[in-house]
Each structure stands twice: as structure tokens, then as C-alpha cells.
Nanobody, 114 residues
Framework: QVQLVESGGGLVQPGGSLGLSCVAS???????MGWYRQAPGKQRELVATITTGGGTTNYADSVKGRFTISRDNAKGTVYLQMESLRPDDTAVYYC????????WGQGTQVTVSS
């Protein structure tokens, strides 16, 4: 079983930047890692995913060109660098690990507001 702990959320002004981290309790090698988010009153949605070797990334259209997902398998960590943040990026951001099973972190709040 993999336990995931997100960090790095907070309050940022529109146009600002924020970096999220997700640390796994064990190895993440072999897992596709992802970031998802859920805004109040909305369904959880995909933000970005990255394959185990980091060779393939996938982004939601709404974040393409602004967000970057990366991973460090040796550290058991996946990152999400967010630039040019907008108010509609406000949500709880969740880390996800997927292989035979799917694991979720507890989430970290990101609020974009002036």
C-alpha cells in the first residue's frame, strides 16, 4: 500500500506561482502518478499525469502551458509547478498513484485570490 502526503498549498494572488509536492511512503517506481483537483461544488478532475519513467506527461487543456508535472523516483516524490495562476484554479489538489491499485493523498488547498 502506498501512502501519499501532499504539501505546498496556500493562498496566492492571480498571476502568481505555487509549487506542490507529494511524498510517497514507499517507492513510486512503476506507478503512473497524477495530480487531480476538486473545486467546491464540482467533480474531481484530472490536472496532470506522468508515467513511471517520466517520459510521458498529460495535462488538462485548462492548465497546459501553465502547469508542469515532474517526478523524482529516488525520492518517492512527484511535483506540480503552477504558474500564471487564475481564480478558477482554486481547489483542493490531490496526488494520485496508479498501478494495480489506486491511491490518493489527503489533498492540499490552493486558493487563488486577490
Amino acid at each position: 500500500q502506498v501512502q501519499l502526503v501532499e504539501s505546498g498549498g496556500g493562498l496566492v494572488q492571480p498571476g502568481g506561482s505555487l509549487g506542490l509536492s507529494c511524498v510517497a511512503s514507499g517507492t513510486i517506481f512503476g506507478y503512473t502518478m497524477g495530480w487531480y483537483r476538486q473545486a467546491p461544488g464540482k467533480q474531481r478532475e484530472l490536472v496532470a499525469t506522468i508515467t513511471t519513467g517520466g517520459g510521458t506527461t498529460n495535462y488538462a487543456d485548462s492548465v497546459k502551458g501553465r502547469f508542469t508535472i515532474s517526478r523524482d523516483n529516488a525520492k518517492g516524490t512527484v511535483y506540480l509547478q503552477m504558474e500564471s495562476l487564475r481564480p478558477d484554479d482554486t481547489a483542493v489538489y490531490y496526488c494520485n498513484a496508479r498501478r494495480d491499485s489506486v491511491y490518493w493523498g489527503q489533498g492540499t488547498q490552493v486558493t487563488v485570490s486577490s
